[in-house]
Structures are given as C-alpha cells and as structure tokens.
C-alpha cells in the first residue's frame, strides 16, 4: 500500500490535543481503513504530536509553529510557513487537500495557487462569534472563497460563511466518531458528572464551577469530573478552592481516548461561550450519556433537542445550569429516556455513514 499514490492529503497546524486535530485523526484512520492512501501535513514537527497515526498514513510536518515578536517577524514566520506548505502539497502528490482551521486554511488557500490542486476548507468553529483576530478575519473573508469547497460541521455555521463565500461552494460534513473497543473503562469515583475540553473562557467552566457549587451540598455523593487542561488551570483550580469544591472535583487532564470516562460517567455538560460542533458532546452521546448545553451556538443544538436528546440552558447562566442538572441527578427516567435519545440522534456520525458524505463533498468519489 505505500507505494500507492496519495489519494488526500489533511492539513492542520499541529496534532495537538485538540477537537479540529481528534476530527482529522479519525477522518484519517477511516480512510485508511478503507483502503485509501492518506498524508497528513502539519506545521509542526512530528515530535509534538498528541494523536497518534497509524504508520501506513504518510507524515509530513514543516517545523513552522514559532512566535512572531513583531509584525515583520508575522510576515516573514507566515511567508516560510506558506512555502512550506507547498513544497508540502507538492511532494504529498495528491489531487485533493483538505485543511483545517481558521488561520491554518487561509495559509493552504495561498500555498495551492497554482498547484492544481482540489482544496476543501473544514471551518471548525462557528465564524459568527470565534474571531481569528482582526487580521485574520479580514484574511478569512478574502480568501476562504478561493477554495474548492468550505464546509462546516454545523449547518448554522453554513450561514455566516455564505456571507463570503458563494453558495454553491459551502457544504455540511459530519465529525466522524470512532469509539475503542468497550471493554476499555475508566473508573470514575461515582456517580459523576463530567465535562471535557480546554481549561479556556470559551468553554465556560468558570460557569460551571458556579453551578456545581449549588449542586455539591445537597448531592455530596456526586462528583464533578473535568477532562482537559489549558491557560485557566490555576485560575479555576482557586474559583474552586474559593467555592469549597476542592474535594468534590477530579481534575482528570489530558486524555487521547476519552470514552471510557464517559463510560463511566452518569452525565455530561457543555456550558460553552461558543462552539462549532463539538466532537466531546457527540462522543458522549454516542456512549448514551444525557447531555446539558448552552445555546451560545447553533451546532450543538442541531444534536440536542430540550427535553427530547438533552437539555438545553442559557448561556452564563449558572443558576439554570444548576437547576439542569439537578433535573437529570433526581430523575432517573429522565437520565435514561435523554440518554437514548442521544445515542439514536448522533448515529451519523458514525464512519458508516458520515464517511461517504466526506468523500462526495471532498470529490473522492462523484456525487450520483
């Protein structure tokens, strides 16, 4: 097999810890099992990666993750960034690129002009609320309709990037969702709730922590379990010392394979500021878990119907989030009922079916 043509390469800044980088890993593997031959193309180095690959999927990282001091620095930094890219693309050989992420696309966008290539844009976030920054916005707005095909894991985010880029152009693809096998379980100190993602004001843990301080002396059998780190560790490490909640909260890290934590868990919550559509809420539905979400975004509410696949609260609301989850802690039909639901609604995300619709809109296979 590996002296096969490339048949797709996947482009991403890095394979970090991250949903965009947990999305590619799985999109590749897939593939690979399918039999297609696959390059992945980062900027960093091998050496950092998080996910691992499966050695048959071709791995080219470029080195180009430094930090620019000064404008100048920017320019130089993103100009070696945008060559790499293409010499990248060049020597990968395959017809089709799909990238990854806001800053990360607009690069791929500029290193592909010129190549012949098919490039696909997988915007992972909703555009309408995550700002890239002033610049990059502009960038983003100038260039995303230059690709091939922009697609979005949610179909609201579809509405903010038709206002730049042409309709015929936009698609929705599904996350992917690759569960290990079942045997695989996390002992969690029961019963516990749990969340997962970045320690970052996007996820709003700050909010959580609130709601959780409602909840912890009336059910002090429940734990709270959290399942990620990032830049508001220490902060949110002193809300909960200030909240008396110390000893009530497992602060779990990082995980490359989160499900057996679900597994072993009786409810998720996902209190985000915004969010594209996250692959940690689906995995948990998949697994049957109920599941608590803010409406900040349109993404998690095309999986989580109020009171019929989840419930769904204000966002920075903790006082509605406390009363949320409190619901689901008393009511043990209800856990039941949301978390069937849940499972049935996220079934396609599963290789079975969302693959076939990444190979159409990515152009591996002609649309009938």
């Known amino acids: 097999m590996n002296d096969q043509p490339v ?46 690959l499966d050695p048959t999927i071709r791995r080219i990282g470029i080195g180009g993750l430094k930090t620019s001091s000064n404008l100048l620095s920017a320019l130089l930094t993103n100009w070696k960034r945008i060559c790499g890219l293409r010499s990248a693309l060049r020597e990968s050989g395959a017809p089709i690129a799909v990238s990854f992420v806001g800053t990360t696309n607009i690069l791929t966008v500029l ?7 098919r490039i696909v844009i997988s ?30 894991n949610s179909r609201g985010a579809l509405k903010p990037l038709s206002t730049f880029v042409p309709q015929h152009k936009l698609a929705y693809v599904p996350n992917l969702l690759t569960a290990p096998p079942m045997e695989e379980i996390q002992i969690l100190p029961e019963p516990a709730i749990l969340a997962v993602g970045r320690l970052h004001p996007q996820k709003a843990y700050d909010v959580l922590l609130d709601a959780f301080a409602e909840i912890a002396p009336r059910f002090q059998d429940w734990r709270l379990a959290i399942l990620g780190d990032g830049p508001l560790k ?11 909640l110390s000893s009530s909260i497992d602060w779990l890290g990082r995980a490359a394979n989160p ?27 998949s697994c049957g878990l109920p599941v608590v979400v ?3 975004s ?25 009363d949320a989850i409190l619901r689901i802690i008393s009511d043990s039909e209800l856990r039941r009922r949301l978390g069937a639901a849940a499972r049935e609604r996220v079934a396609e995300c599963d290789p079975g079916k969302g693959l076939s619709i990444w190979e159409k809109v990515v152009g591996l296979i002609a649309e009938p």
């Open 294 to 296: 803010s409406d900040a």
């Open 123 to 152: 915007e992972r976030n909703d555009p309408a609320i995550q700002s890239l920054g002033f610049v990059w916005d502009i960038l983003r707005r100038v260039f995303y309709r230059f690709a091939d095909v922009v697609t979005a």
């Open 111 to 117: 290193a592909s002009v010129g190549l012949n290539i």
């Open 7 to 52: 048949e797709i390469s996947l482009v991403i800044s890095d394979l970090g810890s991250g949903g965009a980088q947990r999305v590619l890993t799985n999109l590749a593997h897939a593939w690979t099992a399918a039999g297609r031959r696959v390059c992945v193309i980062t900027l960093a180095s091998p050496e950092s990666d998080f996910f691992p």
């Open 259 to 285: 499900f057996p934590f679900y597994r072993s868990s009786k409810i998720f919550v996902m209190p985000s500021r915004y969010e594209g559509t996250p692959n940690a809420l689906l995995e948990a539905m």
């Open 298 to 322: 349109p993404g998690p509410l095309e999986y989580v119907e109020h009171e019929v696949s989840g419930l769904v609260v204000p966002v920075n609301n903790s006082k509605a989030l406390a």
């Open 234 to 244: 220490e902060t949110l490490h002193q809300q909960a010392e200030r909240l008396n």
